[in-house]
DNA sequence: CCTGCAATTGACCGTCCGGTCAAATATTCA
DNA sequence: TGAATATTTGACCGGACGGTCAATTGCAGG
């Protein structure tokens, strides 16, 4: 992207991708308006457009680093580690990333919704190459007997589905716990912990 | 809502509802038009607009169902029933109703994600006061020793999220899988199986 | 056939949207 | 300081938006 030379670009254009991600996050693209983001940013619309060329070019900017972010603890996954601790760290740094990153996990997921328009290749390429070799790897140990076989990629799935869930609908889990339950992740991760540990038990 | 009389009534109402639940579960409410659904519905706007008398109208037309057919599965599990069996027969019900009505699904998730604001009462209500129900019924199940001590609501929380991110993230599980398996939810049915059957044995 | 109501629509309205532009203001640096 | 450059903005544009309305067409029953 952009190099932002001065401290006033460096400024102005993070206002910019903070408030553009609260605004995209909860309304999608085209829910989205340049007004909003601008008010949210602290700046005018036509402020705005001198940093980035276009509505779409912010979305972009968003979402090209995100990816990446996203797919990191997956890397991070040790195919010489011990399989259940490898799995259940995966498990962890994910569901940090929902509790830490709530916002960008909703514009990933609005993009998904709407068919990934802007990031399909994206998805067809690198996230399909990344969760392949992973599960890969998951295959050679169920192979080795180290961990129960079950299909590895619905298990990476589930591992998404089951974190980012607490992101995503984060508004359902609060209304069903109720106000005496304000952070639900302490209870989550352990039963995460619990589900993962159970199913891969050998 | 309104009960349509004629057959050209039923036709037409039925055909907007349909046309809106393709546009808005793909775009969320704001970024759907009307001009956009009345296109898909093969109707003018101002047609639209004599069934319905706004687009917000339209959208908690279409909420208003979507609910109850979302929890229904759920109130169906049977406090009397073999509990291994009846978390097992939500599970697939569940599974079944993504399979079946994707669209229903991220119409859901958009609502979700956008904070519910047309359905926070109800989901304060209604559905807590359902999971609640349920959960105590989970929990006995446990006191009673017929199905492992996990959390029950995360328990609930983790069959929706499971369930639900094949409708959700239908694109990301294809690109992901491949053209070569166009289906993915046999292999979900029996990973998802897998999971809950080693989470909930004694 | 006619009457009366149901259904449909082209034309239109005010507003909002993404984006442009020229002019004004701040900042840098010789 | 002053010239050059970076930043900011009010005013505006064309098009899309949600919604209205008067007028037309379709249609059922007497």
Do not use: C
């Not at 932002?4 to 670009?9: E, K």
């Not at 206002?15 to 007004?35: K, M, N, P, Y």
């Not at 992973?134 to 961990?147: C, F, N, P, S, Y």
């Not at 005496?180 to 050998?202: K, S």
Request: charged share 25%; proline share 6%; glycine share 4%.
């Amino acid at each position: 992207m952009s190099k932002p030379r001065t401290r006033i670009q460096q400024r102005n254009s993070e206002a910019i991708l903070d408030a553009a991600l609260e605004v995209f996050s909860q309304h999608g693209f085209r829910g989205a308006t340049l007004d909003q983001i601008a008010e949210v940013a602290g700046l005018s619309k036509p402020n705005l457009l001198y940093y980035y060329p276009s509505k779409e070019a912010i979305h972009v900017a968003l979402l090209s680093g995100l990816l990446d972010t996203w797919l990191d603890p997956l890397r991070e996954m040790d195919p010489a580690g011990e399989p259940v601790e490898e799995l259940l760290a995966y498990v962890r740094r994910k569901l940090e990333l929902s509790r830490d990153f709530p916002r960008e996990s909703r514009l990933f997921a609005n993009e998904i919704l709407q068919g990934a328009p802007r990031i399909q290749e994206a998805i067809e390429g690198d996230l399909r190459t990344l969760v392949q070799e992973k599960a890969a790897v998951l295959t050679r140990w169920m192979d080795e007997g180290r961990i129960a076989r079950v299909h590895p990629v619905h298990l990476i799935f589930s591992i998404w589905a089951l974190t980012q869930h607490y992101a995503d609908f984060d508004v359902q889990v609060h209304a069903v716990l109720g106000p005496a339950e304000p952070d639900p992740y302490p209870e989550a991760h352990l039963y995460l912990e619990t589900v993962f540990r159970r199913l891969l038990a050998v």
